[in-house]
């Protein structure tokens, strides 16, 4: 039985601006080297066990996902376009009642596309290690071994401490918000709490059930959108009007906190959602520096320094715990430790009006870009 990699990518992140804006969201740019994320993401799900992908996203980056698509030689299987986000779950469940249409009793693996995950053997390993559960019936969550007390993520709490070694479907006793610092080293020193990733295997089924026994208004407002879509190549056009009475609610708060038969892989690969520039520091550091286009740093310690712009040179003197990132129409510095203060920066700007707040230089079109 092969599965339906299902890649979320209409979010329109903030926290690493000014290279992910809402015109072009960081799951689209090339933050960890040539290739987007977005693009790391189709490949690492690739292969003989996998189908070609299903997309959901929206309809302001529909000619990126077919042009990034393209330049790696991924054919989606349907890109469905959502008439406004409306978070994770009615996502998930339309990508569920598309794919019933087909494959009534395949299996679907939902991912976020803005993840980094290097090693894509020992992810798949984890992935093949939930397949029995999910063909059983189970709803198959992975969890990231913690390797500090994160406040940033929210947490899966296990009966027991895992087993290392080769992966293993595991019971899930229940999520857990996200902690304040104290807490976050408790469940550290446990050892029976991972991170939340965001990654689920499951039957179309299984998760169809889950969906009208936890939200059936939205499964009928969601089903309408689909029945009432308009179909244009690779592209299918959700309704509007039935989409918008689908309550706007993450997959976890809408199905997952209610249903009774988790399953949990615990992934002790490296795992990173490049929550924000410290994140991307910590991906990419080397003897405590990370330098990326024409960048150069004198006498500086971790630190984060990145060019944007041909030809422009970044240089850094003297520096310590410090991100700087030069934009063709925007910079950025700040303490790496108040990486997360950054989407108060785009607020700010988007209060004075400041086209930077949301817009890109680059515009994306059917026949190609331009740049102002």
């Not at 080293?185 to 026994?213: C, H, P, V």
């Not at 309704?239 to 949990?264: F, G, Q």
């Not at 024409?294 to 310590?320: K, M, P, Y």
């Not at 004075?352 to 331009?370: I, L, M, T, V, Y």
Request: proline share 7%.
């Amino acid at each position: 039985m092969t599965i339906t990699p299902v890649l979320l990518c209409g979010g329109s992140g903030t926290r690493l601006w000014p290279l992910s804006r809402k015109s072009y969201p960081k799951q689209f740019v090339p933050l960890m080297g040539q290739e987007s994320l977005f693009q790391g993401s189709a490949r690492r799900l690739t292969g003989p066990h996998y189908n070609p992908p299903v997309v959901v996203t929206s309809d302001a980056f529909r000619f990126i996902v077919t042009e990034q698509l393209s330049a790696v030689d991924i054919p989606p299987a349907a890109i469905l376009i959502e008439p406004e986000a409306r978070d994770t779950a009615p996502a998930i469940l339309a990508a569920a009642l598309f794919l019933a249409e087909s494959d009534p009793d395949g299996l679907m693996l939902v991912a976020p596309s803005d993840h980094v995950i290097p090693d894509a053997a020992t992810f798949n390993a984890a992935v093949a290690a939930g397949l029995d559960a999910a063909r059983a019936g189970k709803i198959v969550t992975f969890g990231i071994a913690p390797d500090r007390p994160e406040t940033g993520f929210g947490y899966l709490e296990l009966e027991t401490v895992p087993e290392t070694g080769v992966p293993t479907a595991l019971p899930l006793q229940g999520f857990v918000e996200k902690p304040d610092a104290s807490r976050a080293a408790q469940m550290l020193a446990e050892g029976r709490y991972l991170w939340n990733a965001g990654i689920f295997l499951f039957s179309i089924k299984t998760i169809l059930d889950a969906f009208r026994a936890a939200q059936p208004e939205m499964v009928e407002a969601v089903r309408a959108s689909l029945d009432g879509a308009k179909r244009d190549l690779v592209f299918t056009r959700l309704e509007a009007a039935p989409w918008a009475k689908a309550k706007a609610i993450s997959i976890d708060y809408a199905v997952m906190e209610k249903a009774r038969n988790l399953a949990v892989v615990p992934y002790s690969g490296r795992w990173s959602d490049l929550g924000d520039w410290a994140a991307v520091w910590r991906e990419t550091e080397a003897q405590g520096m990370a330098l990326s286009g024409s960048a150069t740093a004198i006498d500086c310690t971790n630190t984060l320094l990145r060019s944007e712009v041909e030809g422009q040179e970044v240089v850094g003197i003297g520096l310590d715990d410090i991100v700087a990132i030069a934009m063709p129409d925007a910079v950025l510095i700040a303490r790496k430790d108040r990486a997360q203060e950054v989407k108060q920066a785009v607020a700010a700007l988007k209060s004075r009006n400041a086209r930077q707040a949301e817009s890109f230089p680059k515009d994306h079109r059917p026949w190609g870009w331009f740049e102002s």
